[in-house]
Each structure stands twice: as C-alpha cells, then as structure tokens.
C-alpha cells in the first residue's frame, strides 16, 4: 500500500511556518511518500496572497497597535488572518493523483469538498461551500483556500475558524467587498468560529478520508533534515525579507 505523512509541526514563527510549505512542496518529490498533509498554526498574524498589494488588504496601523505580524505566502488568493485559535490545513500531492488533466480550480473545490466531509462525519452538518474554495458554516465564512502549482506537484491550503480572535480579524483585514473589481483583492463574507469543535475526532475522520480516497495509508512523521534547512534558507532570503512581504519580490 502506498503511503503518506501526516505532519502536526509548528513554531510560533511566521516567516519560517511559511517557508516550510515552500520547502515540503519543492523537496517532495525525493520522499519515500505520496502525499503530506500538515495541520499547523500560526501567531496572530495577517498573511497575504503572493500577488496582492499589502497596503490595499490589511490595516498595518492597526496590525502595530496590536502586535499582528504581516507575512505573504506562495500561493494566490486572499488575505487571511490567522492566530491560535485558526487551524490551517495543508495538502501536498503531486498532480498525477488526479484523474484526467489537472486543474487548479478543480483541484480547489476537490479538497474543500474533502475539508467538508470532515466536518460532517464529525457533526458540524450546516457548512456549505461558497465559490468553490470557502466553506460556510451558518452562513458565515469559517474556512478558505489557495493552491499553488509547481512542476506537477500542488500545495493546497485552507484555513478553519475554531477560537479565533474575530475583531482582529474584521479590524486587521481591509476587505468589504463580496465582489471586487480587482480579482487580486480578497473578497468580504462575514465569519464566525466553529462551536463545539473536537480537534482530534476530526483529525482522525479527516485522515480516515484521505486513506479511503487514495487507497493510502498515513502516518503520523517528522520534517527531514534536508526540509529544514530549505526553510531556513527561504526564510532569511525570502519569507523574512521586506521586500517580499510589502512589495511580493523576490530574487528565488
């Protein structure tokens, strides 16, 4: 049977929790696994999408005022915040796992789709999905996603809104509009936290899933040493720089 890592790694910090999804996607292919999946969390933190412009997105004066770290990621899409209370959920696959010619759309709503069995087969039953990459629990947002796409491997992640911090949230994020004109920006919706939610029930159903649409079998590991010291090195010459993150260059 093939198999996969499920990683639960984190630090509390953002530049290198970022680095590391650069990292994991570009040394995959050398693993002796299909497939990672990483859950994962973040400071208080804005993180933006790569090709967004920071002053348009996030609230930096209130961001000061209030400790909330800036920090831009690989992929597209939006802006999010993140903080103790949010779990973040990352997929890392390669691209022939899917049937037919790969699509980043499809791939998006494949795994949001995945990210709502979950919840479900706990039961968290009024969750709908929005435009294909966010969920919706209530009505109200609770989780959204961005892919990126690099030499037939895909990284997707999503967020999910557990005990977050929700007027950091509203304040530290400029968004106020469902359907802007610049597809770059991120959209508004409304959010709440997910009540009575049990992490490790839903960790185990969400890799019972997994294992059952792929035939594979996970298990719990550990970042090799070479991911590591990628990420160290995206860090310091890329995820930590300001260049990156106010103005999204890079010299990697």
Request: aromatic content about 12%.
């Amino acid at each position: 049977m093939r198999r996969g890592r499920f990683l639960e790694y984190y630090t509390g910090d953002i530049p290198y929790n970022l680095a590391l999804e650069h990292s994991i996607l570009q040394l995959h292919e050398a693993q002796p696994y299909i497939m990672t999946i990483r859950v994962w969390k973040n400071p208080q933190a804005v993180i933006i999408g790569r090709h967004q412009i920071l002053e348009n997105e996030v609230d930096l004066e209130y961001c000061k005022r209030n400790k909330i770290e800036i920090g831009r990621r690989i992929s597209g899409g939006g802006a999010v915040y993140h903080d103790e209370g949010n779990v973040n959920i990352s997929f890392f696959v390669p691209v022939r796992i899917f049937q037919g010619k790969f699509d980043v759309i499809r791939a998006k709503l494949f795994f949001t789709q995945l990210l709502v069995k979950s919840l479900r087969n706990v039961g968290i039953i009024n969750v709908q999905i929005e435009n294909g990459s966010n969920i919706l629990y209530n009505g109200k947002k609770i989780s959204g996603a961005a892919g990126y796409y690099r030499r037939n491997w895909y990284l997707h992640h999503a967020t999910l809104l557990i005990a977050a911090n929700l007027a950091h949230l509203k304040s530290s994020l400029k968004a106020r509009d469902k359907n802007p004109k610049n597809p770059r920006a991120s959209r508004y919706f409304p959010t709440t936290n997910l009540s009575r939610f049990d992490y490790d029930a839903w960790k185990s159903k969400l890799i019972e899933i997994v294992e059952d649409t792929w035939k594979i079998e996970l298990s719990h590991g550990s970042l090799t040493k070479e991911e590591t010291m990628l990420a160290k090195k995206l860090k310091q010459d890329l995820y930590a720089t300001k260049k990156w993150i106010f103005e999204g260059k890079r010299k990697i």
